[in-house]
């Protein structure tokens, strides 16, 4: 009976790797909407993806660097070594311009100006990005 279970189990998931890997057959569609996404990207420097020292933020960090890019931008990641307090010093220092984080986990990291972070995502967004809630 076990030996059924785990069969069953790695062929469900070779059947969801299988369905994830497929192509949606529409190549004209996709060409046409990537050229004109393309045309409406604007100018500017390179957008450097920060990633932080542990596997989740350097998955994360891949794949918004690889969704900027297939929508056009020029973007990479860039592994900064290390947590927040090296994280925060590569923005300062201009080494990165975006990183993929937990808006608790960034707020915790700057408490003792910000204030806690609480269960509701808003209010601890609005807590970490008081000044932009007046504009």
């Given amino acids: 009976m076990r ?3 785990k069969l069953l189990g790695v062929v ?3 059947a ?3 369905a994830a890997c497929g192509d949606d057959d529409d190549d004209a569609a996709t060409d046409d909407t990537a050229s004109d996404a393309a045309a409406d990207i604007p100018d500017g420097p390179a957008i450097k993806v920060g990633a932080q020292d542990f596997g989740e933020s350097a998955i ?4 918004y660097a690889g969704a900027l890019a297939n929508a056009g931008y020029d973007a990479e990641v860039q ?6 307090p090296l ?13 993929p ?5 960034e707020l915790e990291f700057l408490n003792d100006a910000k204030g806690e972070a609480t269960s509701d995502v808003d209010e601890t967004l609005t807590k ?3 000044d932009l809630e007046s504009k």
């Fill in 128 to 130: 970490l990005t008081p």
């Fill in 16 to 18: 969801l790797l299988g």
């Fill in 79 to 84: 592994e900064v070594g290390g947590f927040r």
């Fill in 87 to 99: 994280l925060f010093d590569a923005f300062e220092a201009g080494d990165v311009n975006m990183a």
């Fill in 3 to 5: 030996r059924t279970v």
């Fill in 60 to 63: 994360l960090g891949e794949i």
């Fill in 101 to 105: 984080d937990y808006v608790a986990s």
């Fill in 12 to 14: 469900l998931a070779f």
